[in-house]
């Protein structure tokens, strides 16, 4: 099999070759049979932009649940009713995990598209 790139595309096929220490044909072929096993999914910059940004938001999420989560299981202020403070929290618990829900639905939806159609 024979692989042609412009100067520009061979350009970007060393530069990638040469991050893991490959030559460019080693790493040409080694893309090619992870997209063949369906082990890599080719996507585009911008999808893979989006989907960087879905895995932070996800992380950052995540993290906030579990600072709730402390911040529920925390003493009330002086004066402040203990149920009022652990119900809020909870609440907040809740919409927080229903916005971790939605960006994991978006980022499967996201990789469902990177999937060639049968």
């Known amino acids: 099999m ?20 490959m030559s460019p044909a080693s790493w040409a072929g080694r893309q090619v049979m992870a997209v063949a096993q369906h082990t890599l999914v080719p996507v585009s910059r911008d999808a893979g932009d989006v989907l ?6 996800r992380i950052h999420l995540r993290e ?3 600072a709730l ?8 202020a002086d004066g402040e009713p ?8 909870a609440t907040v618990v809740e919409e927080t995990l229903k916005a971790v829900a939605r960006v994991d639905a978006a ?7 990177r999937r060639p159609r049968s």
């Open 52 to 57: 960087r940004e879905l895995i932070q938001a």
């Open 64 to 66: 906030t649940v579990t």
């Open 2 to 21: 024979n692989l042609s790139f412009n100067d520009a595309e061979l350009e970007v096929v060393r530069l990638a070759a040469g991050r893991e220490g």
């Open 69 to 76: 989560r402390a911040l529920a299981a925390t003493a009330p």
């Open 82 to 89: 203990a149920a009022t403070v652990g119900e809020s929290a």
């Open 107 to 113: 980022m499967v939806a996201v990789m469902r598209e």
